[in-house]
Each structure stands twice: as structure tokens, then as C-alpha cells.
């Protein structure tokens, strides 16, 4: 154990707060960690919140205004560690997906209009990694109960955290499940980061990505199974794009360099 | 302003808050504004096969996730007229009560009873409070539990799809579920009696109108394929513009809804308004036993409701279970139909929601979503600035801010955006000039002297126009004279502006500058401009319409205008020349 406590401080940017959420939900775990580790800011669970020095940042939440902007580049100043929890901050999120600018704007015009918002400029949703250095990535939507203690737990030891490395598809053969690509249903385990506990497979249906893309992950040899099993590419690119954020562009484009 | 077309939702989460301005003995204006990034959910389903929208629409809130799966589901099933086994349908059903369970739970006991036993938040209060603290945290977690075990997850599960279930849950598993409720019945019926026994204070109390889902079948409940309002009324979830009437106010993402240009209320309140009396077993008793006029018109009584609501969760989950496992599980029900268009809606624990699809050639080509909280805004609003105009009127101005808080921790609008937001401001007393440029930067309004000649100060108002007019001003009206296109040309785009005598309760020439709703708000004015607001101004109307008030010294037949008003009104003209 390190002679102090760690200090540490959860943020939330734009998001649905899933993950700051699912931190509250270790109910039993976090009053231990709270004896652990000394949080200094936690909105969704506490109202006097400090914004001074710390050991770890973990930040939720994409970046869509400039006042986030500021936010977050006070958040790296302070911290010796930063996490990014969560798809929204790891990849942008599942409104990180207009990736044109000029598409973007048209979109939001479509909603607000020409009304000028008078409090915060709005910004297309990028990851944080965007305007910050990130130490570690803790994918999900929303992250995983298990993943997120075991990351802490290790932090809180002094030690980097040990984060998975290997598709759904590793947790789903150890849930012994039957490989849904066996009977034909467009499944995105071998495309998508490890994590959940192949959740979505024990529970009959198909993997819809929500972990977002395993960077290692066999592109070429299952791109071309998925073809072969009559599944389109224009298909299998959209699904995937919608957990994917801005980080669907250097995974396809990988991609294609590996098929020729 | 252009053309505004309403295709956007904004969660309410996070960064939001409300601010009253205080200008003398008026609250002029009350703000409620969330300042959370845009994230265009609607516009990225778009393209996407309805089985992706259901994925994706719950990530709009972690806290009402399964709300919006359920309401996706419904509103696509509707589009593409499928039908699900009754056994689908009752599982939903217990997955939807486990999220009011968790939501109510963590709401009524950590965010709003801190505030009435006078502790600054839940920890401090487990001093005194240990056994509910500790109860309500395992009645979170059994609230959690069921979703989990229906949903796949604690959080954006996946297990409910379009037709149905991806694996059912075990007999052991709905077992548990069912036996644990029975357990928890002494403490929940021990939480209705202590909220709807708790001392709510009485300002804001004023008439609304509520509206939420009509259960089939004359039961209380959390879905329908229409709409209730308390005044009897019923829409058609199908026709759910005809309720929500969106438009965009530019302090704030957060959409507004309107029915016939009032402000209306959702929730567990509007819930037990609407439909208390249909209610059974122990919830009914205590119904009969606490449900009286005052659960009518103050919003507070929304912790009575939702505490009134766990009772009802707590009985109706041993049923839910006794019936769903009398029946086969079923294999999901798949579409025949590739177009479509249908709306879906749901009670979300804070509201009804509604999800509304059109689907062509399998794909999403067109979707809305509007939330509880959107619809809730207005009067949200209304009821603080009501609070706040009733706490100035007897002297108590240091509690509005602490008053304000509660009225909107009370809508339950989310989880971060509960804590203490409120901001009362001082208005300087030229506030008006900076009002009054702001209102002539880019377009002249259309001025309107309102009052009675020859009664001394009540004239000021028409003698400010015919001075106005006799400097060349155009488009200025008497209240007499004034002709229905004056206003009707207007559309909306340019502001509107009522010039009259106010009594602020200030010193006399006093000037203030407030938003016409607001003023329609306040008893004492609104006898006056009512008739207008509602009958001639439409609502874009309304919202940029503002009345120049001056504090009248005396009002009395045949008397000229007083010497301070009078010299108000010079300064107004001086003002208006620049």
C-alpha cells in the first residue's frame, strides 16, 4: 500500500452518467473504497468536492462544449493519472458518430434552429484523448462492475492496472455459449474489446459492439468469414460504427490496409 | 429567428439550474436552463434498422435506460405491428417496476428527505436515520436486481429486443424476486406514512393541469396506448403532439412542451391525480387515508406520490411474477413488415416519455423523443416563480433559494442535477435599460399603453405612447385602439411591449422590465393582461411579449400624473430615443 491515500476525483462530461452510475452501484465495494482512497470530487454522490491535486482522474463523458474543453484541461493539470472510463470518453461515444463537421452542424441546426444558446458553445462530441493525454482506457457502455474494481483495486496498491486484452469472444467460449456466427446471426464478438462477460451471447442475442473495437482484433480473416456468410460490408461497418465513435475511422482504415 | 423545427431531446442530467431575479418586490424573472452539450440523439438513429435504435435510445440516460428501451420497443412494435405474447408483456412489466422501485427509492430517501428532517445530505442524516438509510440502499439494490435479472445488466441491458425476450429469466430467479417483495412490505408501508405525513410547506400551491399514460383495464399502472389528463380528458398516444406542443427557449437545450398554451405536469403526482382512484389493497387504503386537496396543486407532494408508488410496486411484483410464471416463455416475434410509423409511450419514473418512429425500407427514416423533463420545464418554472413571489410577499426573502430547491429536487428531474441549484439574483435599478436595449438591438418592438386616462398615475401608460408616437416611433398602440394584426403581424419575431402602471409594492416611479408570462403568473397582474395572453397571442407571441411597468404613487379620478412617475416616464423616453 502506498503510505497515502490516493486522492482521487470522478468526472462527468456528456454522457448518460452510466458509468458514474455504476461506480454508485458498487454499494457494498465503495464504502471500502471510500475507507481506501480519499475522493475528492464526486458529483453524482457527494456535494463537497474539492479541486485540488490529484493521484487519479477518472472522467466520463465526451467532450461537446467549450466549456468541457476548459474542464477537462484543468482536470490533466491536476492529475498525476488520467482514466478514461466508458465509451464516450474513450471513443467519443454513440454521439461522436456525424465524424464530418459540416454534417454535424447541419444536424444540429436541424434540432435548435438558428436559436443562439446563450450559455455554452456546442462542439461536435470527441474522446477526451482529443485534447488530453489519457494513461489508461476503461471501455464499456457503461463500464464493467468487475473490470472497474480490479482497475482501482490495483491503482489503490500502487500497481498500473492490467486491462483485458482479447475480444468478447474469449469470455463467450468461457461461458461455454455455441458461436452465434455458427447459425448465421451477424455477431460483433471478434471485433469488440472484452469486458462485459459476453453478456449480450448468454443471453441468446448477438453482440451489438458497446464495448467498442478491439484494436487487435483479426480484421482481415473475420471481415472475409462475414462476407463469406453473405453479411454486407456497408452492413457490418455501420453496426460497428455505433459504439465506435471517431475511432471507427483508424480501425477501418487499418482494416483496408490489411485486405490488400 | 427562423423556422424552428422540434426534432431534439436533451437529458437532463448533470449541468442544469434555475435562477430567479429579484427586481424590488417583483421577481421578474425564473430561469430553469440546462447547460449540458447537445447530443442530437434523434438525428444519429437515423439510418439505422430498428433493432439498433433499441440499442442505442437507452443511452440516452443511464437512469431511466430501461424507460427508454421499453417506450422504444412499444413505439416500434407499433410501427411494425407486431404483437407480443402476454408473458413478454409481464416481464417488461416487472422489469419497468424494478426501475421505479431503484429510482423512487433513491429518490425519496437521499435526495428529498435530507431537506424535510434538516440534514445537509443522506450520511449526515443516518445519524438519526440509520434504518432507513440502510433499507432504502437495499431497496435500491432489489430495484437493481430485477433489472438486471430482466434486462441483462444493472445498466443498458440488452436482453429485452423487438418481440420479445432474448432468454427469459428462471423460475428460481422470478421466485426470489417475488419473495423478497413480501419481505420488504413493513418498511414500505412504514415509508408511505412517513412521506405523506411529512410537513409540506404551502408556497408554491397553484392549480395544473397533470397528464400521464391510461393503463387498459381501469388499473393503475405505467403504460397505456393513451394519454390521461386529470380534467378527463384522453388523447391517443398516436396523436401525443397534440399534448407535447414542443418549442425551444434559447437559455436552455432542454425543449419546452405546452397544452393549449399551458404549462403541464408529469410524474408520480400527475400518476396518482389521474388515476389514485383505481388503485388497490394497501396502496388504495392509503390512498383513501392520505390523498386529499393539496396533492392537487403543490408539486411537493410528489415525494407522498412516489412513496404511495413504491407501495403500489411492492404489491404488484408478487403478482406480476405469480402470472408470468403460470405461462410458457415464448420464441421473439419477428416483423413481417419493413415501413411503418408509431409512437410508443411509457411512465418513466419521473414522467411520461414518449418515442415516436417512422420506419422506411427497414431503416429508421424519421425519429422523436420527448422527455418527462422536457414536458415538466414549464412548470417547473412557474411553480418557482410562484414560490418565490409568495416567500417576497411575506417578508422571507432568505428562504427562496432554499424553496426553489425543493420545488425542483421534487420533479425529480434526475439524479445530479437535483443537488442544490438555485440562484436568487438581485436586479439593479436600471436593470430595465440594459432589458430595454436588449429588447430594440435588432428589431422595434411594437409598443402597446395600457390604463385608464384620467386617473392620474393608471394613464401613464397611454401618455407614454402618444409621446412615443409624437416622436415618430413606429407601431404604437393605445389599448383601445388596438387591432388584432397589430399583434398578429408580429408572429412572434419582434417583442411586444406593454407599457403600464405597476404596483411593485416600490417606491413610487419605480421601473421594471418583465416577461409578459411572467406577469401572467403573478394574481395581482394578471388580472389585467390574462385576456390578452390567452386570447390573442400565440405562444411564440407570448414568450416575447414584456411589460414596462412604472410604480404608481396614487391612482385617483381626476388627478394628474405625479411628479416621480412623470419624471419615470421621461427617462423611459430619453431611453427609447438613444
Not at chain 1, 448518460?16 to 461506480?23: E, H, K, M, Q, T
Not at chain 1, 471501455?139 to 486484452?165: A, D, H, K, S, V
Not at chain 2, 435530507?114 to 438509510?133: C, H, Q, R, T, W
Not at chain 2, 411484483?317 to 420464441?331: M, Q
Amino acid at each position: 500500500m502506498p503510505k497515502d491515500k490516493l486522492k482521487i476525483g470522478i468526472y462527468e462530461l456528456t454522457g448518460c452518467a452510466g458509468d458514474a452510475l455504476l461506480v454508485v452501484d458498487c454499494e457494498n465495494e465503495l464504502v471500502d473504497i471510500f475507507q481506501a482512497a480519499d475522493i475528492e470530487a464526486f458529483l453524482m454522490a457527494k456535494s463537497d468536492n474539492n479541486d485540488g491535486e490529484l493521484d487519479v482522474a477518472l472522467v466520463e463523458g465526451s467532450v461537446t462544449t467549450e466549456k468541457e474543453i476548459e474542464e477537462l484541461l484543468d482536470i490533466r493539470k491536476r492529475s498525476k493519472v488520467l482514466v478514461a472510463i466508458g465509451i464516450c470518453a474513450s471513443l467519443g461515444g454513440i454521439q461522436a458518430c456525424f465524424l464530418d463537421p459540416k454534417e454535424w452542424e447541419k444536424n444540429l441546426k436541424k434540432v435548435y434552429g438558428e436559436v443562439d444558446m446563450i450559455n455554452t458553445k456546442a462542439l461536435p462530441s470527441k474522446p477526451i484523448d482529443a485534447f488530453v493525454k489519457v494513461d489508461y482506457y476503461l471501455p464499456g457502455c457503461p463500464i464493467g462492475r468487475e473490470q472497474f474494481l480490479f482497475t482501482l483495486t490495483r491503482m489503490l496498491n500502487g500497481n498500473p492496472p492490467e486491462l483485458y486484452r482479447f475480444p468478447v469472444c474469449m469470455e463467450c467460449k468461457w461461458n461455454e455459449n455455441d458461436c452465434l456466427l455458427n447459425k448465421n446471426i451477424l455477431c460483433l464478438g471478434p471485433l469488440t474489446a472484452a469486458g462485459c462477460g459476453s453478456v449480450c451471447i448468454n443471453h441468446n442475442l448477438p453482440c451489438v459492439g458497446c464495448w467498442g473495437p478491439y484494436e487487435e482484433a483479426n480484421r482481415t480473416a473475420e471481415f472475409k468469414l462475414l462476407l463469406e456468410k453473405g453479411f454486407s460490408e456497408e452492413h457490418v461497418k455501420n453496426k460497428m460504427a455505433n459504439f465506435s465513435g471517431t475511432k471507427i475511422v483508424g480501425f477501418f482504415s487499418q482494416f483496408k490496409g490489411e485486405k490488400k | 429567428m427562423k423556422k424552428i423545427s422540434i426534432e431534439h431531446l436533451a437529458r437532463v442530467e448533470g449541468n442544469g439550474g434555475v435562477t430567479a431575479t429579484l427586481d424590488g418586490k417583483v421577481v421578474t424573472d425564473v430561469k430553469f436552463f440546462v447547460n449540458e452539450g447537445p447530443r442530437l440523439i434523434e438525428r444519429l438513429t437515423l439510418g439505422k434498422t430498428p433493432e439498433e435504435d433499441v440499442n442505442l435510445v437507452p443511452r440516452i440516460c443511464a437512469i431511466c435506460t430501461l424507460s427508454h428501451k421499453y417506450a422504444a420497443l412499444r413505439a416500434m412494435e407499433k410501427a411494425l405491428d407486431i404483437r407480443v405474447p402476454a408473458k413478454v408483456s409481464l416481464l417488461r412489466e416487472l422489469m419497468h417496476l424494478g426501475e421505479m422501485v431503484e429510482s423512487h427509492s433513491l429518490h425519496v430517501f437521499y435526495l428529498a428527505l435530507p431537506d424535510y428532517v434538516g440534514f445537509p445530505n443522506a450520511i449526515a442524516m443516518a445519524s438519526k436515520f440509520a434504518l432507513e438509510v440502510k433499507i432504502a440502499l437495499e431497496m435500491k439494490q432489489y430495484g437493481n436486481q430485477i433489472m438486471k435479472t430482466t434486462s441483462g445488466r444493472y445498466i443498458h441491458g440488452e436482453n429485452p429486443v423487438i418481440g420479445g425476450f432474448g432468454r427469459f429469466p428462471g423460475r428460481d430467479e422470478l421466485v426470489a424476486i417475488k419473495n423478497r417483495a413480501i419481505q420488504f412490505m413493513p418498511f414500505v408501508l412504514m415509508t408511505v406514512k412517513l412521506f405523506c405525513e411529512l410537513d409540506y410547506p404551502e408556497a408554491p400551491e397553484a392549480e395544473t393541469l397533470y397528464a400521464c399514460c391510461n393503463p387498459p383495464a381501469d388499473k393503475y399502472g405505467l403504460v397505456g396506448d393513451e394519454i390521461i389528463l386529470s380534467n378527463g380528458e384522453t388523447i391517443d398516444v398516436q396523436d401525443y403532439k397534440n399534448l407535447t406542443n414542443e418549442f425551444i427557449v434559447s437559455h436552455s437545450y432542454c425543449k419546452r412542451s405546452h397544452y393549449k398554451g399551458k404549462p403541464y405536469s408529469v410524474g408520480a403526482l400527475a400518476r396518482v391525480n389521474c388515476l389514485g382512484e383505481r388503485l388497490d389493497g394497501e396502496a388504495k387504503k392509503m390512498y383513501k387515508k392520505y390523498f386529499n386537496a393539496r396533492w392537487t396543486k403543490n408539486p411537493l407532494f410528489n415525494n407522498a406520490a412516489q412513496a404511495l408508488e413504491l407501495l403500489f410496486a411492492f404489491e404488484r411484483i408478487p403478482e406480476v411474477v405469480n402470472e408470468a410464471l403460470k405461462l410458457p416463455d415464448a420464441a421473439i416475434v419477428t416483423a413481417q413488415n419493413k415501413d411503418g410509423k408509431g409512437a410508443g409511450a411509457v411512465e418513466a419514473p419521473r414522467g411520461t416519455l414518449f418515442h415516436y418512429y417512422e420506419i422506411t425500407r427497414g431503416l429508421v427514416s424519421h425519429s422523436d423523443l420527448i422527455t418527462p423533463t422536457a414536458q415538466n420545464a414549464e412548470d417547473i418554472e412557474r411553480y418557482c416563480y410562484i414560490a418565490a413571489q409568495k416567500l417576497l410577499d411575506s417578508g422571507q426573502e432568505d428562504k427562496i433559494k432554499d424553496r426553489m430547491d425543493l420545488v425542483i429536487r421534487s420533479f425529480d428531474p434526475c439524479i445530479s442535477c437535483s443537488v442544490h441549484m438555485a440562484q436568487v439574483k438581485k436586479a439593479s435599478d436600471d436593470n430595465w435599460r440594459d432589458k430595454l436595449a436588449e429588447l430594440t438591438a435588432t428589431t422595434s418592438p411594437v409598443f402597446v399603453g395600457m390604463g385608464m386616462a384620467g386617473w392620474s398615475d393608471d394613464g401613464v401608460g397611454l401618455e407614454l405612447a402618444r409621446a412615443l408616437r409624437r416622436r415618430g416611433v413606429d407601431d404604437v398602440w393605445l389599448e383601445a385602439e388596438l387591432e388584432d394584426r397589430a399583434l398578429s403581424d408580429t408572429n412572434g419575431r419582434r417583442p411586444v411591449v406593454f407599457l403600464d402602471a405597476v404596483d411593485f409594492g416600490a417606491a413610487p416611479g419605480k421601473i421594471a422590465i418583465i416577461p409578459l408570462q411572467t406577469a401572467a403568473w403573478n394574481s395581482v397582474l394578471s388580472h389585467r393582461f390574462l385576456p390578452l395572453v390567452t386570447g390573442r397571442l400565440n405562444l411564440a407571441q407570448q414568450k416575447n411579449s414584456f411589460l414596462l411597468g412604472i410604480q404608481p404613487s396614487s391612482v385617483r379620478e381626476g388627478e394628474p400624473i405625479s411628479e416621480p412617475v412623470f419624471r419615470a416616464m421621461e427617462k423611459i423616453l430619453e431611453e427609447i430615443k438613444k
